[in-house]
T-cell receptor, first 114, second 114 residues
């Protein structure tokens, strides 16, 4: 079945550092890929998405590129802020299903220190 | 525009009891998905409702059941509660636009089974 593997955390960075959170997936066909962010005490918010190979999703300075050859969708940000501290989830939805039936990774906790 | 709302926010039950959780989707969203998020893990898909019927189901036992009302709101029912059912239960409503689907999550209901 479908699965998502995320880089284990937690990740602690200083403000303005470069961020990479690795995500690889296993799925049949050509899934859509997502990054969600969860702030303390809140539900998940969609951060960015990509629906086909080589697509780049971007939002709020975060980027991720859909790499079919390496089955990866790594999240990057050039300069993190304290407000980026949260849990980040990589997810996929498979072909012929929909975004409402997504498979999630276990999340990576990011802490950014001033 | 109100977001996805869930009630109650927190709930404490004992083993063997039954629980009902409620979700109101965003205005105009006719599809609702439910997820279970155990502590330190990513959300796991329980089931999805569309047009008042269960459309897809994840790997959860029949103790988990649901319902969707004509106004698109939804309920998740769990019977014969087990300690392992303690988790954050997330509801997501689905927006469809130009052939793509986007999930919008509520804040969740945190269930503790003692």
């Amino acid at each position: 079945g479908d699965s998502v593997t995320q880089m284990e955390g937690p990740v602690t960075l200083s403000e303005e550092a470069f961020l990479t959170i690795n995500c690889t997936y296993t799925a049949t066909g050509y899934p859509s890929l997502f990054w969600y962010v969860q702030y303390p005490g809140e539900g998940l918010q969609l951060l960015l998405k990509a629906t086909k190979a080589d697509d780049k999703g971007s939002n709020k300075g975060f980027e991720a590129t859909y790499r079919k050859e390496t089955t990866s969708f790594h999240l990057e940000k050039g300069s993190v802020q304290v407000s980026d501290s949260a849990v980040y989830f990589c997810a996929l939805s498979g072909l012929n299903t929909n975004a409402g039936k997504s498979t999630f990774g276990d999340g990576t906790t990011l802490t950014v220190k001033p | 525009d109100a977001g996805v709302t869930q009630s109650p926010t927190h709930l404490i039950k004992t083993r063997g009891q039954q629980v009902t959780l409620r979700c109101s989707p965003k205005s105009g969203h006719d599809t609702v998905s439910w997820y279970q998020q155990a502590l330190g893990q990513g959300p796991q898909f329980i089931f999805q409702y569309y047009e008042e019927e269960e459309r897809q189901r994840g790997n959860f036992p029949d103790r988990f059941s649901g319902h969707q009302f004509p106004n698109y709101s939804s309920e998740l029912n769990v019977n014969a509660l087990l300690l392992g059912d303690s988790a954050l239960y997330l509801c997501a409503s689905i927006k469809r636009l130009a052939g793509e689907e986007t999930q919008y999550f509520g804040p969740g209901t945190r269930l503790l089974v003692l």
